[in-house]
């Protein structure tokens, strides 16, 4: 890695969240350079957010392919379990509207054809600058055996390559994309004519019509290795692979939820359009409508919904169905994508 400072701050947003799941921590904004003009870091959100704004959507984003409709309706969100953390407290009732939800994970096929169709270049893959310093591109890999950090910041790795220059995707168009933040799933969205879902209906479409469950298959923990992908074993460093995938599965590799969704728990976090709040329920009464869809701040991390390979029941549990975390906006982790949805 080519810098003391740049390794800490970028493995510090990832460590955060793995460390500490009910705490909200704040990122530096990292600097896109394209030029040697500097860019003001202020506007970076908002420069993020105009570029996407200028990606011509897909002709036949009116296509529900791959989709499934669900129908809208009401639950109560929130903990419901004694692994519950004090972010998913008090249980509140949500109102959901009717949406397309992607039936699976975005995987490296579809991300390829979003690349090709706009030139997209995604975060991991741009150079960057911190406090006048610039940076060569890339990503955040997990490394169990490091002792001081189990994140390291791994130069050039991204979507094509997600632990680094010597991996790649080879053969594995049917998986789950990674190494893509935020800003990249919002890119692909809007080029979908698509957007991220937002948490509430995350949790809506993961308990797929059944708020009392704990996990999308029931309260039965002893079936988790037939239903999601997870981390068996000694977290971090032993893995007993009882579930068939050490990292990442292809999608449709487990069954899916009531729902006819699939890999809604583990396998990959993902995305979610809000901004984080650790105190976000408690303050359910006060929100104007939209509360959740707040995605304006931009140094304030965003949601991820649904858990990982990582995760493990002595953990962070993120494959409960009321789990919640986040990550900063611009950060990529081999680990992390996103689905899509669609207003109906």
Known sequence: M?????????????FCFMLSCNENKKSKPIQV???????????????????????????????????????????????????????????????????????????????????????????????????????????LVFDPYNPEWWWKFEKKANWKHPTGPDSDIEGKDNFPVVQVSWYDAMAYAKWAGKRLPTEAEYEYFNRAGNDTLIYHWGNDFEKATDMVNFHQGNFPRQNTVADDFEKKAPAKSFPPNAYRLYETSGNIWEWCLDTYYPDAYSKIEKREDGYFKDFINMEQQKVIRGGSFLCSESYCTGYRNSARMSSAPDTGLEHTGFRCVRDI
Do not use: C
């Not at 080519?2 to 990832?14: D, G, N, R």
């Not at 379990?81 to 992607?102: G, L, Y």
């Not at 390829?112 to 893959?125: N, Q, S």
């Open 33 to 139: 350079i394209e030029q040697e003009p500097e860019v003001n870091t202020v506007d970076y959100h908002e420069n993020y957010l105009r570029e996407i704004s200028f990606i011509k959507t897909r002709e036949d984003s009116a296509s529900t392919k791959n989709m499934i409709k669900l129908e809208g309706g009401s639950y109560m969100m929130g903990g419901n379990s004694n692994q519950a953390r004090q972010d998913e407290f008090p249980r509140h009732k949500e109102n959901i509207d009717p949406i397309w939800v992607d039936q699976t994970e975005v995987t490296n096929a579809q991300f390829r054809e979003f690349v090709e169709a706009t030139g997209y270049v995604t975060t991991a893959e741009r150079s960057f600058e911190i406090k006048g310093k610039k940076y060569e591109p890339g990503a």
């Open 2 to 14: 080519s810098s003391s400072i740049k390794s800490y701050l970028l493995v510090l947003s990832a």
